[in-house]
């Protein structure tokens, strides 16, 4: 679940800062995902529990679990102004023009030249694949031996120029 908010937070972010439609749907998929997260946390806690004693070592799991899925309720909300069509206050874009990184998604077709090559090939090094959804399972900071597949949906984080080339080239 903290890998999945990070990536929320990641890809917030850049969709702010690029004003990207896209993104803001990518973060709504992984919003959806981090509130089933919080679900089955819940659950396996209410299982977990056989005394009041397991209940009171279990609430800071819970707290934990329940301010992750406050932030990702945070950045969702930040991020639908852009669907709304409200401006970004200066302010934010200004700290979001000063970050040295940003996130972006990259699709993989089925005639990609990354087909077949693994994450490490893929990306030389210069940028990091922070995610990476195959069919309906993410992997959270893939190995980079990890060999990429068409239909992948790759998470990628770097400075804006390693992030452009890399989607560029893809």
């Not at 702010?16 to 659950?43: F, G, N, T, W």
């Not at 031996?145 to 080239?169: F, N, Q, Y």
Request: one cysteine or more.
């Amino acid at each position: 679940m903290k890998n999945m908010v990070n990536l929320a937070i990641a890809l917030g972010f850049s969709a702010l800062l690029m004003k990207d439609e896209k993104l803001v749907e990518k973060i709504h998929e992984l919003e959806e995902e981090i509130d089933i997260r919080q679900y089955e946390i819940e659950a396996e806690c209410m299982l977990a529990t056989k005394t009041p004693k397991d209940a009171l070592e279990l609430t800071s799991v819970l707290r934990l679990s329940s301010a992750m899925e406050d932030i990702s309720n945070a950045i969702k909300e930040l991020i639908d102004s852009l669907s709304r069509g409200i401006p970004i206050h200066p302010t934010i874009l200004k700290g979001l023009k000063d970050s040295i990184e940003v996130a972006d998604y990259l699709e993989i077709k089925k005639r990609s030249k990354s087909v077949g090559k693994t994450i490490e090939e893929f990306t030389e090094g210069n940028v990091n694949v922070i995610g990476l959804r195959r069919s309906d399972k993410w992997f959270y900071l893939p190995d980079r031996e990890m060999t990429i597949a068409p239909g992948d949906v790759l998470i990628i984080s770097g400075g804006r120029k390693e992030v452009s080339s890399i989607i560029k080239k893809a």
